[in-house]
């Protein structure tokens, strides 16, 4: 039971340089979702997506951008990586039902110098 | 926008007593509430939910209530073990599946 995989888990890149990290979930769930938890604070979403070629901003979205070509894949990509942007990244996954559970990959640790 | 506030950051209880942890809320939309547990180094897990057309449920030793008049809901952990020391998250979903978190409270169970 392979789950929701993220990747890389950990990545130290500089200022100004285009970031990808991966999300790959193996339940053909509808929902998808990055969240990013800095220190002290809770988990604040960035992106979501409802379905393949959905996808809708969340609260923090500002410096991000994501696609979502096939249900399984749900990369978001920092375009110009800056020292903010070190957080702690969850990926998500959701069925499509209404209130559906949520279940989180373990973390991708990005820290920007 | 929907807005879930965890107002107290810590919550220490010793083992075998009641934890509650407490949420609110700003937004009185027809929706979803969850309560998420999260150790360090590791994603969160989910413990349980409720629809906002309910008062209460009840899932083992959690406890989730819903005080639509209040916009509160609350989290019960009855006993409390040293194992439930985490990090809690409640969060707000709506049918169109947005999902928000509050900051989260460290329980903390001494033995």
């Known amino acids: 039971d392979a789950g929701i995989t993220q990747s890389p888990r950990y990545k130290i890149t500089e200022t100004g340089r285009q970031v990808t990290l991966m999300c790959h979930q193996t339940w053909s769930h509808s929902y998808m979702f990055w969240y990013r938890q800095d220190l002290g604070h809770g988990l604040r979403l960035i992106y979501y997506s409802a379905a393949a070629d959905i996808t809708d901003k969340g609260e923090v979205p500002d410096g991000y951008v994501v696609s979502r070509s096939k249900t399984e894949n749900f990369p978001l990509t920092l375009e110009s990586a800056t020292r903010s942007q070190t957080s702690v990244y969850f990926c998500?996954?959701?069925?499509?039902?209404?209130?559906?559970?949520?279940?989180f990959g373990e973390g991708s640790w990005l820290t920007v110098v | 926008d929907q807005q879930v506030k965890q107002n107290s950051p810590s919550l220490s209880v010793q083992e075998g007593r009641i934890s509650i942890l407490n949420c609110d809320y700003t937004n009185s939309m027809f929706d979803y509430f969850l309560w998420y547990k999260k150790y360090p180094a590791e994603g969160p897990t989910f413990l349980i939910s409720i629809s906002s057309i309910k008062d209460k449920n009840e899932d083992g030793r959690f406890t989730v209530f819903l005080n639509k008049s209040a916009k509160h809901l609350s989290l019960h952990i009855v006993p409390s073990q040293p194992g439930d020391s985490a990090v809690y998250f409640c969060a707000h979903r709506t049918n169109a599946g947005k999902s928000t978190f509050g900051d989260g409270t460290t329980l903390t169970v001494k033995p």
């Open positions: 998500a996954s959701s069925p499509g039902n209404p209130g559906g559970t949520i279940y």
